[in-house]
């Protein structure tokens, strides 16, 4: 039987940045995944990079990505498409106009240089293709995004460098364990033993938890992308809305890159054969790519008029409070998660990566962890809270 220090469930962004932290500090390593990179999560996203409209928990971590992110593409040897160029949350009305306002406070006197465009003239000075309606925005300059595919690839290669073994298209089908610790996992084709486990397995994270009587509070709502054929630059920043209905961006390559809000999912997932090997694949109704249209068309006008390339739909891991859950599983010593990520969790990654490798090496984060503990839910309210996930 194969036998690695660290076994990762999961080759998402997560998984990426795990296996990276690990190996580079000399574990062996196994990254295991039922698709296979970027596959999920990770693939579906807008891939915005953000700071702003954060929970205050989670602001530390994100403004250490955002230094990560500086420099990824140099610590891992290939481009990841980073672009630091600000997002802009908007507001098409009064309630939001003040919404954003006191946002923007909260978010100043936790120490994030998030401003307050009053005006559209100042938005528009930052943001020329948006609409004359719109009242005002918060903008937070060091925001930006990335090329989700890109940074998939870029982390692969230098596991690969780093002789990380990649098991793709091979599904755990459980978490081993051994007198109250964990010993490996087995997989469809073969049992692998590890001294450690991190599984980050997104949405289905709570299939391999639930035969150890653990289960991660999360709702699945599902969001709509549409991506346009490439078109001349016309946009930098990331842009949303209050509330989170709507959210874009226009890539490097020069597509249109725009999300629907979280709507529900019926729990229809296809596997389709693609060149990149089987995939989940979510259809998006009509009805929310109309919706995503409708909104741009508001938001950024003149630009519905350009043509579709593709859609899909992805899932979220929505937890009650909308921050993952990063820390031990209670009872199980070597276990560890990293789930309900709740639409944020692409900008985080490069700092999930080190948080839950520390955890699963025994060393103490750097971070105040307390508010990503599993069993917090016992004591927080029910219902689930989506911010902009741009
Ligand atoms: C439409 C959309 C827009 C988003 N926009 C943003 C954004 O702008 N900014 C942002 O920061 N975040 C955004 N997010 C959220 C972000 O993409 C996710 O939080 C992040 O990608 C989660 O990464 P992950 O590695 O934890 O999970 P995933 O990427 O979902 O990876 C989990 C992996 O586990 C594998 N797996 C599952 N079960 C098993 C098993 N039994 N055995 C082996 N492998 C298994 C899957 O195949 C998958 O590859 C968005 C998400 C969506 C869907």
Not at 67 to 93: D, F, M, S, V
Not at 259 to 279: D, N, Y
Not at 338 to 350: A, E
């Amino acid at each position: 039987m194969e036998k690695f220090d660290v076994a990762v469930i999961g080759a998402g962004i997560s998984g990426a940045a795990t296996a990276y932290t690990l190996a580079k500090a000399g574990a062996s390593v196994a990254v295991i995944d039922r698709f296979g990179p970027a596959a999920m999560a990770s693939g579906w996203t807008l891939a915005g990079v953000r700071q702003s409209g954060r929970d205050p928990a989670e602001l530390p971590l994100a403004m250490e990505a955002i230094e990560i992110w500086q420099t990824l593409h140099q610590e891992l040897g290939a481009p990841t498409h980073y672009r630091r160029k600000g997002n802009l949350r908007l507001a098409r009305n009064a309630e939001e106009y003040e919404q954003i306002r006191t946002m923007v406070r909260g978010q100043r006197e936790l120490g994030l240089d998030l401003t307050f465009l009053a005006s559209n003239d100042d938005v528009r000075a930052i943001a020329p293709a948006v609409s004359p309606t719109i009242l005002g925005a918060s903008f937070c300059a060091s925001d930006g995004h990335a090329d989700p595919q890109a940074t998939s690839a870029a982390y692969m290669g230098m596991l690969d460098r780093l002789g990380v073994t990649r098991i793709m298209a091979e599904a755990v089908e459980a978490i081993e364990v051994s007198g109250g610790k964990v010993c490996g996992v087995r997989t469809v084709e073969r049992r692998i033993a590890a001294d450690g486990v991190v599984l980050v397995a997104g949405v289905m994270g709570n299939e391999l938890l639930k035969p150890l009587g653990v289960r991660v509070p999360i709702e699945t709502p599902m969001v709509a992308v549409i991506r346009s054929v490439p078109i001349p630059p016309v946009l930098e920043q990331v842009i949303g809305v209050s509330g989170g209905d709507w959210a874009g961006r226009q890539e490097a390559s020069g597509r249109l890159r725009i999300t629907s809000g979280a709507l529900p999912w019926g729990g229809a997932m296809e596997i389709m054969e693609t060149a990149a090997g089987a995939r989940p694949v979510i259809r998006p109704p009509l009805s929310s790519l109309r919706e995503i249209i409708e909104k741009l068309a508001f938001l950024l006008p003149g630009l519905d008029a350009t043509p579709i390339e593709e859609c899909w739909a992805g899932l979220l891991d929505l937890t009650p409070d909308a921050v993952p859950v990063l820390d031990h599983v209670p009872g199980v010593e070597g276990l560890v998660v990293g789930m309900g990520f709740s639409g944020h969790g692409f900008c985080l990654g490069p700092v999930t990566g080190k948080i839950l490798a520390d955890l699963v090496s025994g060393r103490s984060p750097l971070h105040d962890l307390s508010a990503f503990r599993s069993d917090r839910f016992s004591t927080t309210p029910a219902a689930g809270r989506l911010e902009l996930h741009g």
